[in-house]
């Protein structure tokens, strides 16, 4: 058959046009969808935990200076995507401030360790040589909230696959477009490296029932949990190794030998920061009656705005559905919300500089016994520092989560951070100097407070492995 010219160019654009087509409608099914399978997001546990487990393998094949270029890898793409990614929290949860938001990621992205954290182990002697490895579990579930969702995402990413592993989350449902792109980034940055496709996989429609089950899947080796106490309970009683990292109710104490003006400016920093919406910031202040009242002016001096004990009254109506000591129950619509919108609700107008209520209360106002997770700071006046320290104890409710103090004495630091026995005891500065903002020492978004392990790094998700070589292979 002979073919002319015309025809040839017509068949040409025929092919191309339908190419075309195929390729828009390939897009299309991957933007209907949000998300394509290779960036990690599956509607099906099953799915998410059958890739995760095929990329361990991989990543095990790839060697260890591979994962550390890996590592590197995730740290860029999430330092340029932190601003995206607060802008992204803060649309969908409505929680907190964006410009604390992109510091959080910042510090996950820079101040997460990576696989410098494990350690290997030798034994030499009469009898031979003997190995320790810190070695990875496999398949890592972990469960994250709403409160810090892209900045849990990626210190849980960086340490977890530092430490060799591979990582399903069950992001908060109300974080989980967030959540979920912040995997995808960190995916495409694993790629980029040259490591596998889907190292970090996750659920595009989390709900409770998709935790649970997370929870209880065969192929889970170990559970990770961010969260309130309910979540904490319910790993716990799954049966497989857990870290748990908990809720607190950080205490700050402040004695007479305090440095006034820089204790208010530290608090009102800490406990407005992201809109007290981090586990470990400033949630009730014990605080000498001597100098009670000059660091009240001090506070207000840099952002805080004083309300009266009817004030107080009307506030508590605003902020809780219910105010029983054993289950208060706050009002979400107020959860990480500006102080000056919280204000409003009881009349009163203010500007933008101010970033944090305050209000003298005794000790058993809810506000002192309630993790609101507000930019609203009850101050507890106290005769002495054993006054402050027993109240500062029963605040933090046997939480074992983080504590303040602002103090020159020693001796009264001492015995604080003795009674209060918490994970995280700050002292003069900031709360999140505790996690190495501003303070040395690493960072994590996972302080496993109720299992032990404090602040989670790679070694965390590890298990050591032994190997005896007899007799043999010693040079002495
Ligand atoms: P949350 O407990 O409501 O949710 C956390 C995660 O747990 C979510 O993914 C949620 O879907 C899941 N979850 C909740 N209840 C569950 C249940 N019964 N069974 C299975 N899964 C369940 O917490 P949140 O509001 O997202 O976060 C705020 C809380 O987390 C605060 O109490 C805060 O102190 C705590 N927190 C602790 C740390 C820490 O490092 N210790 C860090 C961040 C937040």
Redesign the pocket.
């Given at each position: 058959m002979e073919v002319n010219s015309e025809q040839i160019s017509r068949l040409v654009e025929e092919v191309v046009k339908r190419v075309k087509s195929e390729l828009d409608n390939k897009d299309k099914a991957v933007q209907l969808s949000g998300f394509s399978s290779s960036d990690g997001i599956f509607s099906s546990l099953d799915d998410a935990i059958r890739h995760a487990e095929k990329s361990q393998e991989f990543l095990l094949s790839l060697g260890f200076e591979k994962r550390k270029e890996i590592i590197s890898s995730m740290r860029k793409y999430a330092i340029e995507n932190a601003e995206y990614l607060a802008e992204f929290a803060h649309r969908e949860t409505g929680l907190g401030r964006v410009k604390d938001k992109v510091a959080k990621n910042l510090l996950a992205a820079k101040k997460t360790p990576g696989c410098e954290d494990l350690e290997s182990k030798t034994y030499t002697g009469d009898d031979g040589l003997t190995l320790v490895e810190m070695a990875p579990y496999g398949v890592i579930g972990s469960?994250?909230?709403?409160?810090?969702p892209s900045s849990?995402i990626i210190n849980n990413s960086i340490s977890m696959v530092a430490a060799g592993n591979a990582v399903v989350f069950?992001?908060?449902?109300?974080?989980k477009g967030v959540s979920n792109e912040t995997v995808r980034i960190l995916n495409r940055a694993i790629r980029a490296a040259g490591g596998p496709e889907t190292l970090l996989c996750s659920i595009s429609e989390?709900?409770?029932e998709t935790?649970?089950a997370l929870?209880k899947h065969p192929k889970i080796k170990m559970l990770v949990?961010?969260?309130?106490?309910?979540?904490v309970?319910?790993?716990m009683a799954s049966g497989k190794k857990v870290i748990a990292?908990?809720?607190?109710n950080p205490p700050v104490i402040v004695d007479e030998t305090a440095n006034i003006k820089n204790a208010a400016k530290h608090i009102v920093d800490g406990a407005s920061f992201d809109n007290c919406?981090?586990?470990?910031a400033e949630k009730e202040v014990f605080a000498v009656s001597k100098i009670v009242d000059e660091l009240k002016e001090e506070m207000k001096k840099n952002g805080a705005y004083e309300i009266n004990s009817r004030q107080a009254d009307e506030l508590v109506k605003v902020l809780f559905k219910d105010t029983n000591r054993e289950h208060p129950v706050t009002n979400k619509k107020f959860?990480g919300k500006d102080a000056r919108l919280i204000l409003e609700q009881i009349g009163i107008h203010v500007g933008p500089e101010i970033r944090l209520v305050i209000t003298e209360v005794d000790e058993n106002h809810p506000f002192v016994y309630t993790?609101m997770?507000m930019p609203v700071l009850p101050i507890v006046r106290v005769r002495d520092v054993d006054e402050a320290i027993e109240k500062a104890v029963r605040a933090e409710n046997g939480c074992r989560?983080t504590a303040i103090m602002h103090s020159e004495n020693v001796v009264n630091m001492t015995k604080a951070a003795r009674a209060l026995n918490t994970t995280i005891f700050v002292k003069n500065a900031p709360s999140y100097a505790g996690l190495g903002f501003g303070g040395e020492g690493f960072t994590?978004?996972?302080?496993?407070?109720p299992t032990g392990e404090g602040l989670t790094s790679a070694r965390s998700f590890t298990r050591q492995r032994r190997c005896v070589l007899k007799d043999s292979f010693r040079i002495i």
């Open positions: 469960i994250t909230p709403t409160t810090n849990t069950n992001p908060h449902p109300s974080a989390p709900t409770l935790s649970k929870m949990v961010t969260g309130g106490g309910e979540v309970k319910a790993a990292a908990g809720p607190g919406v981090l586990c470990i959860v993790e997770l989560h994590t978004l996972t302080i496993a407070g």
